[in-house]
């Protein structure tokens, strides 16, 4: 998963949290975002996370993929 919430949602107390499945192929969409290699990220795919179902973080994605996930996201949701 990948959190898309701000930063004042995931530091809040907050127990539902903004996010996006990673998929392990390219979804073949104007909205999808490489993560890295292996990994894509579908900005139509948005789905709120209960945040006791994350016990650590695994990784951080980087300054350019979020800013290209930022992107998709304003694209998707008009904004």
Do not use: C, H, K
Not at 6 to 23: I, K
Not at 34 to 47: E, G, I, P
């Amino acid at each position: 998963m990948v959190l898309l919430s701000s930063d004042g949602v995931n530091e809040s107390e907050r127990p539902w949290l903004l996010g996006t499945e990673l998929l392990d192929r390219d979804p073949q969409d104007i909205l999808g975002v490489a993560v890295d290699a292996r990994y894509w990220v579908s900005t139509l795919n948005l789905t709120r996370l209960y945040r006791p179902w994350f016990d650590e973080r695994i990784a951080e994605i980087d300054a350019e993929v979020q800013e290209n996930i930022d992107v998709a996201l304003r694209a998707a949701l008009d904004l």
